[in-house]
């Protein structure tokens, strides 16, 4: 054994370490290809649920329809009743009351409206729950087709006797007339939120995004029923897919070409029911790679395993940052659709400027910012004079002219750290920061000013806008942004009571 041994040791030692490289190196290989796999996994997750939050963020724009918060933002003073938005086939879609939603509308002049009795947009007279009720059915259309019908009922129990004896007081006509006014807005408003997501092509979302980010074969949005609802190949639309195409994320080869195949819940088309995401990614790479290992794996057996581990682990790390680079690359396109998605939901459709909802928000912060940092702070409320009577005189559509135009001025009179808003009709706030009693003024007697000098351009028309401007800065009284915005309110009439076309500070 001893002479054997001597004989042959070397030998020996090298076959050992033959077959101890050897199988070091097959170890690695295997290590090496469930890194990749688990990585291409990770890969896949991330787009798949990049893909989920940007068609999430779609369907919350196309979700914010409620035209219900509307009639609260600009209701005119009216004491409505009830408020309803029914689709043409009887069922509700948006109401005062949650409960009604998605649920048949009953109502017995609704049925006699559908019957050819009650005629649309013309008031009826009738007690709802005891009350008596002015009520108008407001149908909402798109290119001569009803999409829907709006029910509104105001309450008229100070003129039940007038009505009672078949007459119409000034008063009440007055209401009528707000009331068309408001369900013009809503009809307007409505035809926004429809016009926006209309569109919004889901189709080419999906193709495009398959077209950027290159190593994405396909991207299939399919319903319970295994029928393809979205995809960014349209010619799958509407084909129904067989139970095997719906196997645990794995590598099969489709058309001869190596693919990962990941299956994962999605919000549905309707925005509520849930779907399935069918995601295809090409996995050549990672093929590749694999193949790759294995080649290295077998040389290094033979000629140089340390080496070829050495070009293994550059491979990984190669591989790892190419699919690091393609993971960025698609967070980044989200995350730039999903911003211009965001500042949509935050902007007023007419004026441009921020909506109320962001107004609401930014006014609560700088006001926390204001306490805490003892800073100042100001709102400035701000009125258009006579506009019913600009409504009245050049219609609506010079009325929305003059808004915007207005708003544009304002902006452009205003520093960068300031912030202007939207509240409702006619009426703009402003946030002025950082700024003392005698800045805050001179800022609002520019604005009134500036307003003032420059006349709105309609057509062939000059429209003489002025504007009447509230104005109020924090003290240490104050608790809650209200307070300020309530005081401001209160000296915006003021400078009406005093003639308009002019700025008031509250307390002054």
Known sequence: MTKFWKNYNIPILLLSLVVSLSALSFFNYYTQKNLLLKRMESDAEDIASS????????????????????????????????????????????????????????????????????????????????????AIYYPIKIDEKVIGIIDLAVDITEHKDVVSHGKIDFSLMRRQIDILNLLKAIEGSIHNSIEITSKTDFHDFLKKYVESAKNIVKISIVNQQRKVLIS????????????????????????????????????????????????????????????????????????????????????YYSAIERSREDKERLERLVKERTHEIELLSKTDALTGIWNRGYLEEMMDMKFKYARRYESTMAILVIDLDYFKKVNDTYGHLGGD?????????????????????????????VILSETTIEQTLEIANKLCSTVAAKPIKFGEMLIPVTVSIGVSIIRNEHEHYEDIFSEADEALYVSKSNGRNRVSLYGQ
């Open 51 to 134: 893909i989920t939050a940007a068609m999430n963020r779609f369907y919350d724009i196309k979700s914010t329809m409620r035209v219900q918060k509307l009639v609260s933002d600009i209701s005119l003073g009216l004491e409505i009743f009830e408020f309803r938005y029914i689709e043409t086939d009887g069922t509700v879609r948006n109401s005062m009351f949650k409960e009604e939603i998605g649920k048949a509308f009953k109502g017995k002049s609704f049925a006699q409206l559908l019957q050819g009795t009650v005629n649309s947009k013309e008031f009826i007279f009738e007690t709802r729950d005891y009350v008596p009720v002015m």
């Open 401 to 429: 002219e003059v808004l915007r135009q207005v708003s544009r001025c304002l902006s452009g009179c205003l520093r960068e750290t300031d912030f202007i808003g939207r509240y409702g009709g006619e009426e703009i706030v």
């Open 232 to 315: 960014s190949n349209k010619s799958d639309i509407g084909k129904t897919l067989h139970i095997a195409d719906f196997p645990p994320p794995e590598i099969v080869n489709l058309d001869k070409l190596p693919i990962y195949r990941l299956i994962k819940p999605s919000i549905g088309v309707d925005g509520n029911t849930k779907e399935q995401l069918l995601l295809l990614i090409d996995a050549t790479v990672y093929a590749q790679n694999e193949e790759r290992l294995l080649r290295t794996a077998m040389l290094t057996a033979v000629i140089a395993i340390l080496f070829a581990l050495f070009i293994a682990r550059i491979i």
